[in-house]
């Protein structure tokens, strides 16, 4: 299993590496498919005139994407996909590489939950929004992974049911990319286990990329006088992260 999970990251390396228009890719415990995907440009790669967003081509008769399929709400362009992955009915790990875009050193991540097989909200956030770090505005190819993510509050499911799993970016230069992993609930002990070569947190040293980082982001009335020392670079937004603790795997 580790060896063909290295192949697999080996695999999403090579083809994210010409591709110079990616954003983020879902690493575990999957994805919806390859929306990676920049179409309708000019012969010089520069957005025509009134092409902001999906278009579709008359003469083609089919849709392009200018600023790329990730920029689409709610899933990048994407539809339900057929083979549904399992995961655990209890909440379990989330793995993805934000980087592969120039201007993601940092972005806001935000994490929901829609349910169904089609969902059409995913307005259930499975952990507070918070905000990833890298190593470099160019892009990088490292993995950030949470080890353990809860179910949305109070969400109550059961093995079998469907839902969606939505992972947000939201880069400095205003995109807001979407991708989304259709999942089965299932029992611990039937999902893909996860190890180190699927969930980890890309350190600068291994050859993949990093160090990857988070920053926690919330309200506060209290640090005015404080705002003059190193809580100036703090970013306050958003709601508290509370008692929700990101454990990462290091």
């Known amino acids: 299993m580790a060896s063909s999970?290295?192949?697999?990251?080996?695999?999403?390396?090579?083809?994210?590496?010409?591709?110079?228009?990616?954003?983020?890719?879902?690493?575990?415990?999957?994805?919806?498919g390859n929306n990676l995907i920049t179409s309708g440009r000019t012969q010089d790669d520069q957005i025509p005139t009134g092409s902001l967003g999906e278009n579709f081509n008359?003469?083609?008769?089919?849709?392009?994407?200018?600023?790329?399929m990730q920029w689409m709400y709610p899933c990048g362009g994407l539809g339900v996909a057929r083979n549904r992955t399992k995961?655990?009915?209890?909440?379990?790990?989330?793995?993805?590489?934000?980087g592969w875009f120039n201007g993601h050193q940092t972005a806001f991540v935000y994490i929901n939950l829609g349910f169904g097989t089609e969902p059409l909200n995913y307005s259930n956030p499975m952990v507070p929004v918070f905000q990833m770090t890298g190593p470099t505005n160019q892009m990088y190819p490292g993995t950030f992974c949470l080890p353990q993510v809860p179910l949305p509050v109070n969400?109550?499911?059961?093995?079998?049911?469907n839902a969606t799993i939505q992972v947000i970016e939201t880069a400095v230069h205003g995109a807001a990319l979407y991708s989304c992993v259709d999942i089965t609930f299932a029992d611990p002990a039937d999902v893909a286990p996860v190890n180190s070569s699927n969930c980890f947190n890309s350190t600068g040293?291994?050859?993949?990329?990093?160090?990857?980082?988070?920053?926690?982001?919330?309200?506060?009335?209290?640090?005015?006088?404080?705002?003059?020392?190193?809580?100036?670079s703090w970013t306050l937004l958003g709601a508290a992260l509370g008692a929700t603790a990101l454990t990462l795997l290091l």
């Not at 008359?58 to 790329?68: C, D, L, R, S, V």
């Not at 995961?87 to 934000?98: D, E, N, T």
């Not at 969400?155 to 049911?161: L, N």
């Open 205 to 232: 040293n291994d050859g993949q990329g990093g160090p990857m980082g988070v920053n926690y982001v919330f309200t506060t009335k209290a640090l005015s006088g404080a705002l003059s020392g190193p809580a100036a």
């Open 155 to 161: 969400a109550s499911v059961k093995v079998g049911d």
């Open 5 to 32: 999970s290295r192949l697999s990251a080996l695999l999403i390396t090579l083809l994210l590496s010409a591709l110079a228009s990616a954003h983020l890719v879902l690493v575990y415990p999957g994805s919806r």
């Open 58 to 68: 008359n003469a083609t008769g089919e849709y392009e994407y200018p600023y790329g």
């Open 87 to 98: 995961w655990p009915v209890k909440g379990g790990a989330i793995s993805f590489q934000p």
